[in-house]
């Protein structure tokens, strides 16, 4: 019994022994702190190009997909290739 009695009063000192300090910054805080900091760079005319043309080649896709139009060895990443060089020779 006495050996649980001095258990608990080691654990009640190890957890009294660190006290909690609000002064010091939580570890996220820091994070986020430095993430505001940094303002986004604005999306390139480019970029902005790929995301259309990606959009549009998605729809002809699922498109093409609902009706049956596609090959049984047609894939999305083979699609994609094939319909953004089509997009880009019609511009």
Avoid: Y
Wanted: with cysteine.
């Amino acid at each position: 019994m006495s050996k649980h009695i001095l258990a608990a009063a080691l654990a009640a000192c190890m957890v009294t022994a660190l006290p909690f300090n609000p002064i010091l910054p939580q570890a996220g805080f820091a994070q986020d702190a430095k993430n505001e900091a940094k303002p986004k760079k604005p999306i390139s005319a480019g970029l902005k190009a790929w995301h259309e043309r990606q959009k549009k080649c998605g729809a002809e896709w699922k498109a093409d997909k609902a009706a049956g139009k596609n090959e049984k060895t047609q894939t999305w990443p083979k699609f994609l290739s094939a319909c953004n060089k089509r997009l880009k020779a019609a511009i």
